[in-house]
């Protein structure tokens, strides 16, 4: 049995920025600066404010400060959701699970199970309920589930390293600016605080959308991938021949020859083999 010690498994997690490194916005550039000259996970706003249940709003009783395991986590997932932050949205452009990967919080089981709970408790045991972000689950009509949480970051956050709300909607109109000035750059009617917001609000979704599509695709193909290959090799072979034979014509057939035939069969044997044991790339809503 592990130790109360030796159960974590990331004991001094820290934010990794991506490798697609975006240029990010004044203010989260200074935002992050302000948070890392602080100890956000020691706040004096974790020991005077009243945890309450996000859905009822019941006061939830706190029988100790977080412990040094979620304190480091909580560091960590500060800067990495302030890097993603969307200044108009004030939406997070990141899942848990790829705040958890960047974070160093993620962890793969024996058996090749990703686990991303840590980063996943730190949120809504902790960061919800104290109000410091705010999450909205939607159902997902393609895969039949629930869509990777949108994480909206509350001005109570920013207080967390003391910037203002002030500070935050300054910000909020010094963006819009920039977008405008693009937008009449094009010809197009510039955009209200409200509208911008909906906007960027929008495009978050369709990425996630857009994502979760291309996912469940690549899974069907992938099931489909290892159904055949998981056959004698030249049992799958005759499969693979018999839907090719299907899709041309006699005169297309002809023309391919029987070297020809040979070598696609061949072709489409190991590309089925390549998806068969490839794990879907997760470069998700970057």
């Known amino acids: 049995m592990l130790s109360r010690k030796s159960y974590i498994f990331n004991k001094s997690p820290k934010f990794t920025i991506p490798k697609n490194n975006k240029k990010r916005p004044a203010f989260i550039i200074y935002a992050m600066k302000k948070a890392s000259e602080i100890d956000v996970a020691r706040s004096e706003l974790n020991y005077i404010i009243q945890p309450k249940n996000p859905k009822t709003g019941v006061p939830i009783k706190r029988k100790r400060r977080l412990n040094e395991h979620r304190a480091s986590a909580m560091r960590a997932m500060v800067n990495a959701m302030l890097y993603h932050y969307n200044v108009v949205s004030e939406i997070v452009q990141a899942s848990v699970e790829q705040l958890s ?116 695709i690549f899974n069907i193909r992938k099931k489909k991938a290892q159904k055949i290959f998981s056959l004698d090799e030249k049992i799958a072979k005759q499969q693979i021949l018999k839907s090719i034979v299907e899709r041309y014509s006699l005169q297309e057939l002809s023309e391919m020859g029987l070297n020809g035939l040979r070598k696609k069969v061949n072709v489409q044997y190991y590309c089925l083999k390549k998806i068969a044991l490839k794990h879907y790339s997760k470069n998700i809503f970057k």
């Open 101 to 216: 990967d960047e974070c160093g919080l993620s962890t793969i089981s024996a058996n090749g199970n990703k686990s991303i709970s840590r980063a996943s408790r730190l949120i809504t045991e902790f960061m919800e309920p104290m109000g410091f972000v705010i999450s909205h689950k939607m159902w997902d009509k393609i895969i039949g589930n629930y869509m990777p949480k949108l994480i909206i970051l509350t001005p109570l956050f920013f207080k967390l390293f003391g910037i203002s709300e002030d500070k935050i909607n300054n910000a909020k109109k010094q963006q819009l600016g920039w977008i405008n000035k693009n937008l009449i750059k094009k010809g197009i009617k510039p955009m209200s605080l409200v509208e911008a917001k909906w906007k960027s609000k929008e495009i978050r979704l369709n990425s996630i959308l857009k994502y979760r599509k291309s996912q469940h």
